[in-house]
């Protein structure tokens, strides 16, 4: 698996057209990705951002397992580089993998929205650094 820091726009446009489309704005968007054998398997994306205090999270998987390095990047570029206190991450209700994969990396549940959506309510799950087992060995700033 190789990280892959240098290509926002197609890692951002990558996992915007896994998250229901859109085109990536590189003036207020930010991605990261993995790659193995040299195709894309993971990405996410970072949009929405109050400094000092939280940013959208999107992240697509095409692979079961993107890996730890992955991980570690991705919740190290938002809490040590985009230095904030919550990721927040939406998810439509009825999107069963998209919950199952924000609960697995330590994503609570924080608020729905009802009948935000076609698919329901918007779930919001939040993270905050204290919460993040993939960054517990990094210093904080």
Known sequence: MNLITDQPEAVGQWVKDRAGGG???????????????????????????YSGYSVQ???????????????????????????????????????LSARRLDEHLGFMLESRIEGACAGGAILLYTMTRAQCRFIKDLPCD
């Open 57 to 95: 999270v999107h992240m697509a998987v095409e692979s079961p397992y993107a890996g730890r390095q992955f991980l570690k990047a991705v919740f190290d570029y938002a809490f040590s580089q985009l230095k904030v206190q919550k990721l927040i991450g939406t998810v439509q209700e009825n999107n």
């Open 23 to 49: 085109k990536f704005e590189r003036a207020n968007e930010y991605a990261l990705g993995a790659e193995k054998d040299g195709v894309l398997i993971a990405g996410v994306l970072f949009n929405n951002h």
